[in-house]
């Protein structure tokens, strides 16, 4: 049997899928910061109705009563950095390229989580997970060539 957060990660893995396809329909017709606010306060209200409603509002209490200045401009600069400022960047990018592409190497993120776990969270680093993060940038390099693969093989042929 299939453990459930395999299956869970799974259906992150589609929804997350098929947001890029989304959002590139929707560029064609508005603006990036449009769909950026929307998206955030929908997300904000969602968020809001779940706090409200369970019992994470204790959790969420008495997280904030534990919480430091440091903890906080952690979260800011990560809150500015990783998303804000990735989101940015991301509808910028796929607004005039080839989704698949954008996302491909927007995916190739497990590269730098090993990396940076193994540098900075002292994780373990084995010969499986970097043999999975060098199919992970060929199967990325794979999909980039996915439509220009004719282009890709006419300049082998010249070389020869």
């Known amino acids: 049997m299939i453990p459930t957060y ?47 409603f369970s019992q994470t509002n204790t959790l969420f209490m008495n997280d904030i009563k534990k919480l430091v200045l440091n903890d906080y401009l952690i979260i800011s600069m990560t809150a500015l950095f990783t998303v804000f400022l990735a989101n940015m960047i991301y509808y910028y990018i796929l607004k005039d390229n080839e989704t698949s592409i954008v996302v491909s190497l927007m995916y190739s993120a497990p590269f730098f989580t090993l ?21 992970i940038f060929l199967g990325v390099t794979f999909i980039c060539f996915n439509n220009k693969s004719i282009e890709l093989f006419d300049y082998i042929d010249d070389i020869e």
Not at 9 to 30: D, E, M, N
Not at 37 to 51: E, H
């Open 115 to 135: 990396l940076l776990s193994y540098l900075f969270l002292n994780e373990t680093l084995q010969p499986i997970g970097i043999i999975g993060i060098f199919l």
């Open 6 to 52: 395999i299956l869970l990660a799974l259906c992150i893995a589609f929804l997350w899928g098929i947001q890029p396809v989304i959002h590139k329909y929707l560029l064609k017709k508005i603006n990036a910061i449009t769909i950026m606010l929307i998206s955030s306060i929908v997300y904000l209200l969602a968020l809001l109705i779940k706090v409200s």
